[in-house]
């Protein structure tokens, strides 16, 4: 890849970001093109020769975002870092992509747009689900996970409990104390018991 070629999707993958941010802070219907392109720093020409409309970018943008949150969570795994660490920084993601990255905003996404209920699924059974298959893997071979536990049954545990949170009006309200006691529900609940390995 040339150094024009890097400039390109730099600027698209700046683009995807700063339309996926408007769309979900302030819904796709009041989003515009010229706001987009101001937020990336970029001409509405631009925009409409990378992606060609905006219904294009709006589907791009949903893409780039989940390729970037695999990406980051594929490097925790890399890292020296424990099951136990790992799987707090993504059930607690604090970053404000996956705030706004709510249930009802792609309930309605999926809702008017058919094709991307397709890619949602493929990337989840494809991409997603083989990651958390590792971290499962990870998390029993260091004693986190009871190995009784099946892989369907704590996927759909880390599925429900990452929805729930996300809810970013309901978490909002709740103290900090109150959220260390969910990290203890979610990990203990996991375990069974807490390890005597484990600070207390």
Known sequence: MNGFERRTMLKKKNICKAAFELFSTFGVQKTNIAQIAKKANVSQVTIYNYFGSKENLLKESIKDFLEEKLKQY???LEEE????EIIEKIVFDKSESVKMMNYEFIQTLLSTYKDMQQFID?????RAIPLMIRLIDKGRREGYINKDISNEAFLFYITIFTR????H???SKLPKSA???LSSLFFYGLMGEK??????
């Open 74 to 76: 594929e490097r925790l």
């Open 81 to 84: 870092l424990t099951f136990l």
């Open 122 to 126: 493929d990337f989840y059974k494809n």
């Open 164 to 167: 729930a949170i996300s809810q």
């Open 169 to 171: 009006d309901l978490i």
């Open 179 to 181: 959220m260390q006691d």
């Open 195 to 200: 390890p005597s390995s484990l600070p207390q």
